[in-house]
């Protein structure tokens, strides 16, 4: 059954911005950690950044200094905002905690291109 929807997505040119956001229809607030993961055509998916419930914030390399994740639990809601976007950072994001609490949504797609 759906728990998370991410939206947000879409074509951004190389150096845009886009800020996904990922509503859970579930409480969060009790959830060690929130993750954004990715999956681009025929990779594995990854794990891109992630937030603790005390705000600890963690990043791949790929993203550090230009992906930025937040949550607001009061709207049981996690978004990443995306600068500097890369070619390279195309593929479909999905949010899910980063133990086993929840199944994989649908993700929204992402694609960098000029």
């Known amino acids: 059954q759906v728990q998370v929807v991410e939206s947000g997505g879409g074509l951004v040119q190389p150096g845009g911005s886009l800020r996904l956001s990922c509503v859970a229809y579930?409480?969060?607030?009790?959830?060690?950690?929130m993750g954004w993961y990715r999956q681009a055509p025929g990779k594995e998916r990854e794990l891109v950044a992630s937030?603790?419930?005390?705000?600890?914030?963690n990043y791949a390399d790929s993203v550090k200094g230009r992906f930025t994740i937040s949550r607001n639990n009061a709207e049981n809601t996690v978004y990443l905002q995306m600068n500097s976007l890369k070619p390279e950072d195309t593929a479909v994001y999905y949010c899910?905690?980063?133990?086993?609490?929840?199944?994989w949504g649908q993700g929204t797609q992402v694609t960098v291109s000029s």
């Open positions: 899910k905690d980063v133990g086993d609490a929840f199944a």
């Open positions: 579930r409480t969060i607030s009790s959830i060690y950690a």
């Open positions: 937030i603790t419930m005390y705000a600890y914030t």
